[in-house]
């Protein structure tokens, strides 16, 4: 299993940035892949960014071009850099995991989340 620590979220105007954390509790590279989505107040849970299996980089157009998804292996943390904040972008938000079982399934492990609110 892995668990999964969010940090970061707040309060932000409009047109502000945030930085939001997930340290992991092994190491990144016995992970499958990792992510972050976000859940607004009525609305499904949506990804925003993922490191795929192959290591590449997949972002919701909705926030491509603001929005960076980067990892520090030895600190076993995935980031995601928030620029350029919008209303829209008020959710809470999750890191997620998927991994690999010695059955050779996929589980996706979840954090707690962390609220991001940009309003004025």
């Known amino acids: 299993q892995v668990q999964l620590v969010e940090s970061g979220g707040g309060l932000v105007q409009p047109g502000g940035s945030l930085r939001l954390s997930c340290a992991a509790s092994?190491?990144?590279?016995?992970?499958?892949?990792m992510g972050w989505y976000r859940q607004a107040p009525g609305k499904q849970r949506e990804l925003v960014a993922a490191f795929t299996s192959g290591g590449s980089t997949n972002y919701a157009d909705s926030v491509k071009g603001r929005f960076r998804i980067s990892r520090d292996n030895a600190k076993n943390t995935v980031y995601l850099q928030m620029n350029s904040l919008k209303p829209e972008d008020t959710a809470v938000y999750y890191c997620n995991a998927v991994i690999t079982t010695p059955e050779n399934r996929f589980l996706e492990v979840w954090g707690q989340g962390t609220l991001v609110t940009a309003s004025s």
């Open positions: 092994r190491s990144l590279f016995s992970i499958y892949a």
